[in-house]
């Protein structure tokens, strides 16, 4: 079973967490033209490495940052998002 | 055991005659170098050379050929798409495909079996109907049946999915989804590239693009740099490497995509089955094996692992569907890398860079448009414009906001 620990409920199996996309920086709105905005709305890094990501535990709603390697499926630590840690 | 099989078996030197050449030595310079060696390099070659009279071309594998998602697919070939240019696309495929093993020689297995996308509910016969209408505007077969015309073609399914999930209220029949053996695609257009004089270089993988003003000027591999005018991506699980190389933004987010096959039994099942409620599919190999797939694996991840979770899922759905096969082993199961768009559909063409072309975002659904991919994008590459069935497939499509949304027809793997 592949574990993950949520930074509140511990170490929990995988299938009670959602996915929730990587971790990025969005754009002023107003600041940025069509073309830059759809950068950011669908473009992606998809290469393979350590990412930042966001994952969520359904069971308590707790919203929670990992740090992956998405080569290996290697949890490399997870924590509670706050301002200053992004 | 036959004594001729026994014979074959005992000779000193391969008996047969070899598919393709494999030189030992990288020429310096060619027209176009196709990185990639699946059915879409391969069949890009094949046709670059019929079609076009470009024959100085070399197609490159850091692997060997179809070894990447080519060899991996569960082979369904279909056109039943959402959005009128979708199905336009998947058609031609379908067309090519049906003459294939004349045109390359080679008994592809290429069998039609009838394919059942089962409805659970209202929502998902409210979709079946909107494809059904897609597809005969377009004159492709398809349409919607109730559940005894169901039981009556398949008579080992349960319509009740024994009670564990919602009862099967209809399906979107499509009579022509085929499957074929997906080894022998690879191989065939290897073959008839080879023929026309293009060149097939196994373990020899591209390490870096040389680009100068804006044009691509070669490729850098492990060994050694070859230079070319044109170049085509088309290594779908792996296309975040090169794009990573040239700095070209995509929507690419690789996942796995999981598969597995039962011991072989006899036949007993012609169609082929899916569920998009139950995120599965199935349908009986020639050999006899049942060979199944799901949805794409939840998360990112750019590795070929195979999971329990997986294995035990589908062997639940596996007996909902069809409670005969509840004594049936798992013999293999395996992964694919998948490069996913957010709209389900590919990128092919054109980028920013002069003379270099991508073939990518193929997902879950690459294999039944390999033939139409080969033939679209030698045309791409030779006149250096987008074919017409391919233009609103270009990766220019994300910033102008002009998705082509098959999420509906494809977001179960296959
Ligand atoms: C389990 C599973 C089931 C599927 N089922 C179906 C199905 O039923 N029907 C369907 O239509 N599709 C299906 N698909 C999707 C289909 O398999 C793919 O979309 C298709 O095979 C892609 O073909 P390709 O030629 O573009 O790429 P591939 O066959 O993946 O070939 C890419 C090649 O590029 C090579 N390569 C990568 N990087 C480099 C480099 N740097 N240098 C040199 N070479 C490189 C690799 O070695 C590989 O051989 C399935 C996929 C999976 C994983």
Partial sequence: ?86 | MPYQLLRFAMRKKYPEPRMFRSPDKLRDEYDVVIIGGGGHGLATAYYLAKNHGITDVAVLDQGYIGGGGTGRNTAIIRSNYLTEQGVAFYQRSVNLYADLSRELDFNLFYTKRGHYTLAHSDASMRTMRWRAEVNKHVGVDSEVVGPGFIKKEIPQIDLQCGGHQPPIVGALYHPPGAIARHDAVAWTYARGADRHGVEIHQKTKVTGIEVRDHAVAGVHTDKGFVKARKVLSAVAGWTTHITKMIDLHTPLVIHPLQALVTEPLKPWLDAIVVSGSLHVYMSQSTRGEVVGGASLDPYELISMRSTLDFAESMAGYFVDLFPCLSNVKIMRQWAGLCDMTPDFSPIMGTTPIRGFYIDAGWGTYGFKATPVCGETLAHTIAHNEEHKLIRLFTLARFGRFELVGEKGAASVGH
């Fill in chain 1, 1 to 86: 079973m592949k574990l993950l620990t949520c930074p509140i409920n511990g170490s929990r199996p995988i299938q009670e967490f959602t996915y929730g996309g990587a971790v990025r920086d969005m754009p002023a709105p107003d600041a940025v033209n069509d073309e830059q905005w759809g950068d950011y709305v669908f473009h992606r890094n998809g290469y393979p490495e350590v990412k930042r990501e966001w994952w969520y535990h359904t069971a308590s709603g707790v919203w929670f940052i990992a740090e992956r390697d998405v080569v290996n499926d290697v949890i490399v630590r997870t924590y509670l998002y706050s301002k200053g840690n992004d």
